[in-house]
């Protein structure tokens, strides 16, 4: 019998272990991993450098305001400290991510074990969970472990080959919660345009998702990424979180440094200074050769065309699909590639001050198992931080009361 047993030993599984054992140095505490090894999805998060928090973080930087106590009570800053704590300094950069200060992520995954180990977490790995049910006032898991307090922090369906295979959403469900749709989040979109003469390519953009009926239903500004199969980058990453199905187009501002009318009179200029200039090494003045090639096509017009064969009708459609560059999505890459969950455990049903379930006491859930999630940049992170903390706090202090 422990006191505490976390399913899941990720971001918020070892936080709320860690926060358990602070709170209460006397207690049983067993953190429970599926995998071999413990944190690993951690060692894969900003591309191995770990993106861990983001210091503009705000409850208005997710798609609920149920995490509004929460993100105020372990604001970004509260979490660096945190960090500091247990031996992790961190640096923030020029759009306030923060890092741990070695730049890597094996870093804060190495701080958060040797805490873990300090403190006297057990830590059980190789243990896939398969049920769990509560009995009169303890949790059985397995059928054979038997616990106090149950904090389930399994993750979700993204990035599969990391350990999250969404078995949390049938262990919490058992207990009588409900899950939402689940999406795959932070993804690349596939197109229906051919964009392999374009692989590689990058450019900064602004990105609009839109319903085929013309309304826009997600926006987003920053790297796009052409690929063979179609979008990526931190704008197509953080627009995914709003695909549903295949009905509905993405639309790139290629450069929102200008106006349309900025790039007629770029144009114009350019037809009036060499009208003997093809189109395309026109345009190579203010975007990559290849997309220059994309627009020209989109357009209707021949690649060799040149300015003094354009009609000003040329010049302004040329400026229009510069600055409303479309693709028809076809859908995402799907969980293997995804970053995050979108939707996940109903987060209403739960405590929005301690994380403890309104309808099994005892039990918590954490981080991206919860429908909760927000774009790029350390958001999600900062989420499942401040999520195990508070969990492994009220757990422990209600054992303690």
């Not at 590689?200 to 239903?217: P, T, W």
């Amino acid at each position: 019998m422990y006191d505490i047993a976390i399913i899941g030993a990720g971001a918020s599984g070892l936080v709320a272990a860690i926060s358990a054992k602070k709170s209460n140095r006397n207690l049983s505490v067993l953190l429970i991993e599926a995998l071999p090894k413990i944190g690993k999805k951690i060692l894969a998060t900003g591309n191995g450098r770990c993106n861990l928090t983001n210091l503009n973080a705000q409850t208005q930087s997710y798609n609920t305001k149920a995490v509004s106590y929460i993100m105020n009570n372990y604001s970004p800053e509260k979490i660096v400290d945190f960090f500091s704590s247990i031996g992790l300094e961190c640096v923030a950069d020029d759009e306030s991510r923060v890092y741990p200060m070695s730049n890597t992520a094996a870093s804060v995954l190495d701080c958060l074990r040797f805490e873990a180990e300090n403190l006297g977490v057990e830590i059980m790995t190789d243990t896939k969970i398969t049920s769990a049910s509560k009995k009169n006032d303890y949790f059985e898991i397995n059928n054979k472990i038997k616990c106090r307090k149950l904090i389930v922090s399994t993750g979700g369906k993204a990035s599969t080959a990391q350990g999250s295979d969404g078995s949390g959403y049938p262990l919490v469900k058992s207990l009588g919660h409900s899950v939402t749709a689940l999406y795959p989040g932070l993804i690349q979109l596939t197109v229906k345009e051919n964009l392999k003469p374009l692989k590689g390519v990058r450019v900064k953009a602004k990105a609009s998702l839109k319903l085929r009926n013309g309304k826009e239903i997600d926006r987003s500004e920053g790297e796009v990424l052409f690929a063979d199969y179609g979008l990526s980058g931190i704008a197509i990453m953080d627009i995914s979180r709003s695909v549903r199905d295949n009905n509905c187009k993405c639309t790139l501002n290629i450069l929102p440094e200008f106006t349309q009318k900025d790039v007629v009179n770029f144009l114009s200029r350019a037809k009036k200074r060499n009208p003997e200039l093809t189109l395309e090494d026109a345009f190579c003045g203010i975007v990559p050769r290849k997309v220059g090639y994309l627009i020209i096509k989109n357009a209707g017009l021949r690649q060799d065309v040149t300015l003094k064969e354009l009609k000003n009708s040329d010049i302004n459609l040329c400026a229009d699909k510069l600055k409303n560059c479309e693709f028809t999505v076809t859908g995402t890459r799907g969980f293997e590639s995804a970053q995050i969950t979108v939707g996940g455990v109903c987060i209403d049903e739960f405590n929005l001050k301690t994380l403890e379930s309104k309808i099994v006491p005892g039990l918590y859930c954490t981080g991206e198992l919860l429908d909760v999630d927000a774009p790029c940049g350390g958001l999600n992170l900062q989420w499942a931080w401040a999520s195990g903390i508070t969990a492994g706090i009220d757990a422990a202090q209600s054992l303690t009361k």
